[in-house]
């Protein structure tokens, strides 16, 4: 063997050792920002920080944030069967940073627009969110939906959405996210 031939195997195997280890850290849990337990889920809170909580400290703080959100949101019921590993919140600068369709960014401001005098279903106070069930929603075009919403408070439409968050079958690796200082969607999404 040549030592041309011995670089590139010394080079593919380091390479893969580091590899290895890099892969190897970022599954190693992490602790949970509040009780210090081992963790894989994270937290974007609305200055995109991620913050590793354990999946109560998790639920709990979202719920908070949503709650004390002065803009209105549109909610899709995560599916996260399907689709795992986060529940983002995107305004319309989010949604065009991610390029989804003008078709789709309008369609998510018109549905926003109609929440405006509403009443929630479940409570009778002001409606201040859009929700649709899951199955409203052909993932991922969100100018297919054609459901009408059910016109929900934050309270109520957290009490539908911390179920599906506590029951999750898999750990928020890609974050769970607060809303931010805009109105917009929380929906799940493919990695």
């Known amino acids: 063997m040549d030592s041309e031939t011995l670089k590139i195997i010394l080079y593919v195997l380091a390479g893969g050792v580091v590899l ?3 892969i190897r850290l970022a599954s190693k849990p992490k602790k949970c920002a509040v009780c210090g337990v081992d963790t894989k889920d994270e937290y974007k809170d609305e200055k995109d920080k991620n913050t590793p909580l354990c999946k109560n400290h998790l639920v709990e703080r979202w719920k908070k944030d949503v709650i004390s959100s002065v803009h209105n949101m549109m909610v899709i019921e995560p599916d996260f069967v399907h689709y795992p590993y986060a529940y983002l919140y995107a305004t319309a600068e989010k949604l065009k940073e ?3 369709t003008k078709e789709d960014q309008n369609n998510i401001s018109t549905i926003l627009d109609t929440i405006q005098g509403k009443i929630c279903k479940e409570c009778g106070s002001k409606a201040t969110v859009a929700y649709f069930k899951k199955e409203d929603y052909n ?3 969100f100018a297919k939906i054609s459901a009408l919403p059910v016109y929900l ?4 439409a957290v009490k539908k959405v911390e179920p599906f968050l506590r029951s ?3 750990d928020f690796v890609e974050g769970v996210y607060a809303p931010t200082n805009d109105r917009g969607i929380y929906h799940v999404q493919e990695f």
């Not at 408070?153 to 109520?156: D, F």
């Open 168 to 170: 999750s079958p898999k």
């Open 139 to 141: 993932f991922p075009y």
């Open 98 to 100: 991610w390029k989804y």
């Open 153 to 156: 408070c934050k309270g109520c």
């Open 20 to 22: 290895f280890g890099l």
